[in-house]
Each structure stands twice: as C-alpha cells, then as structure tokens.
C-alpha cells in the first residue's frame, strides 16, 4: 500500500514539473488572428518576433524564466506593450497577455 501511495505522490509531482519544455523550437513563419505573419527568429539569449507587413517587432525577449515562457508583446500601430506567457502546443503559440488588470489570449498558427 506504500508503494502505491508513492508511485500516485511521484507521478502527480512528475505531471507538475513537466508543464512546459525549456527547448521548444519557436522559429519560423506565424500566423496571427487577425491575418498577418510573424516570423520569429532567434536575437541574444531568446527569440524576437517581426511583423512582415509591417516591419516591426512584435514580440521580444521571449525566453525560459521562472518554469515558464515569457515575452513581451509589442502592438505596432502605436507601441503600447504587455508582459506575457507563452505556451507552445503542436503548431500553435498560445500567447495570454497582462496590463495591469486587463488581459487578452492570442493564438498565432505556423505557416
């Protein structure tokens, strides 16, 4: 029975401490909800993203901190910026920005 209760308290903190992958590979082509593309590339010790339309950065210094992907995200058409955590699922990037107390998810597809 103390084997069975151990094996339960070992696979329960194993599912904790496997919530994201400190090596996902982020480059490349994305698209983004509202139709435009974002290509992300390496830049330092993180990943930068660019807007091809409009060329400029959108996403910058996404890096492994804490257990977990951060970035900040960057609105082009007037510079207003927010912290946030990114997750990458199969052939998405799941982005959940915070401004104070608002907050907006994003879900960019690769091309």
Do not use: Y
């Not at 995200?73 to 959940?96: C, F, Q, W």
């Amino acid at each position: 029975m103390e084997k069975v209760v151990l094996h339960l308290i070992l696979c329960l903190f194993s599912c904790m401490v496997i919530a994201q992958e400190e090596s996902p590979n982020f480059e490349g082509k994305w698209r983004t909800q509202d139709g435009f593309t974002v290509e992300i590339s390496r830049k330092n010790n993180g990943f930068e993203g660019i807007s091809l339309e409009r060329q400029k950065v959108v996403m910058e210094n996404l890096q492994f901190i804490d257990k977990q992907w951060t970035a900040l995200m960057i609105r082009p058409k007037d510079g207003l910026s927010a912290t946030a955590t990114v997750i990458l699922k199969d052939n998405e990037i799941h982005i959940n920005m915070r401004k104070g107390f608002l907050s907006k998810k994003l879900i960019w597809v690769r091309l």
